[in-house]
């Protein structure tokens, strides 16, 4: 066993602590990484306050992870020591159903396993629950670990292996690029990356946004068009507009007043989860062929191509990097929409 520094949190309104935890022994397809880097996501909040029940204690959160290679298994092919490296929201899956053939292994019909607060075997991880990159080390097999291509820096990289991922996915899958008209909804941690990679992609990027406060940077990442849904005109002047929506917000909308911004045959992307229930009218969906879905994270081959993309085109995540000891006070930043445009731990830190 390996013994790492991390932060923990033991109770839904407890505070980040700094704790020893065990990692696992290096088998042949392992991979050790020296965790440099862990951005806060806001699914971390979510579990470590158990906003979606079900958070075990101690949690040590963290799917935004990037380091060096530190070690190897003796069955590992693709990494050596020192490589530049990243881990994102999953660590595993069976890798036997459909969706694991098919690459998508973030859709595995027996449960993949995410990079924290998952059930294990104690031989997966002492304590038999997975712990995340809050954290100095951290132990995966080597079908999960991305390689972070030398056009990146380690910290604006860290917050790609989730929200990156949860972006390029469905504006890939929904084919975003030239000559498409693409809308994001909201101008935050996942909102200001999917401007980046949907312009990027050489499509025509409009940000959908409560307010005008961050026009300027929506422009700056590369969006043609900024405009605050506080206004009703804002809606009028967008009927049928767009290809593609990408809903990154987890307020509750009035979704059938954005799925009106359509035209013939466009899709409107939900990735974040609001509380209430959708109300959406059949007419509005009926009359334009258009398209409700959702999309969850990325499977690791196409992760790995987002990172890939990202290098290519110079994109990063916007941070703002912290000390492990000041997490608790950026959590509240988070939920106060105090922070452009996402939170990165410096493990050194630790």
């Not at 098919?102 to 304590?127: F, H, K, R």
């Not at 013939?264 to 509380?275: I, K, Q």
Request: contains cysteine; proline residues 4%.
């Amino acid at each position: 066993m390996t013994t790492a520094a991390a932060y923990a949190i033991t109770a839904p309104d407890g505070s980040f602590e700094k704790v020893s935890i065990e990692r696992r022994d290096l088998g042949p397809h392992d991979v050790l990484i020296d965790i440099k880097y862990a951005g806060i996501c806001h699914s971390d909040i979510h579990t470590a306050r158990n906003e979606w029940h079900g958070t075990s204690y101690p949690c040590v959160p963290g799917h935004e992870i990037a380091g060096l290679v530190a070690g190897v298994g003796s069955a590992v092919q693709k990494f050596k020591i020192g490589d530049r490296v990243g881990v994102g929201c999953l660590v595993n899956s069976c890798g036997k159903c459909g969706p694991c053939l098919a690459d998508e292994e973030q859709y595995c019909l027996n449960g993949p396993i995410w990079t924290y607060n998952n059930p294990v075997e104690e031989s997966v991880q002492v304590g038999g629950i997975t712990f995340g990159g809050y954290s100095t080390e951290i132990v995966v097999t080597e079908q999960f670990v991305l390689s972070i291509p030398e056009g990146i820096g380690l910290d604006v990289a860290a917050p790609l292996l989730c929200a990156g991922a949860t972006l390029y996915s469905p504006l890939r899958h929904w084919e975003a690029g030239p000559g498409k008209q693409v809308a994001i909804i909201g101008m935050g941690g996942l909102g200001h990356v999917g401007v980046k990679i949907a312009a990027a992609m050489g499509a025509e990027v409009t940000v959908l946004s409560q307010s005008l406060r961050k026009r300027e940077d929506g422009l700056r990442l590369g969006a043609s068009h900024y405009h605050a849904t506080s206004d009703r005109q804002t809606f009028r002047e967008l009927r049928g507009r767009f290809d593609l929506i990408v809903n990154t917000v987890s307020a509750d909308l009035p979704i059938d007043d954005y799925l009106k911004l359509l035209s013939l045959n466009g899709t409107m992307v939900l990735l974040g989860l609001p509380d209430a229930a959708l109300t959406v009218r059949a007419n509005t969906l009926a009359t334009r062929r258009r398209a409700l879905a959702g999309s969850m994270i990325a499977g690791i081959a196409q992760t790995q191509e987002m990172l890939n993309f990202c290098a290519a085109h110079g994109i990063g995540a916007e941070i703002e990097v912290i000390s492990a000891d000041e997490i608790d006070g950026a959590y509240d930043r988070v939920m106060a929409s105090d922070v452009q445009y996402r939170f990165v731990i410096d493990v050194a830190t630790m």
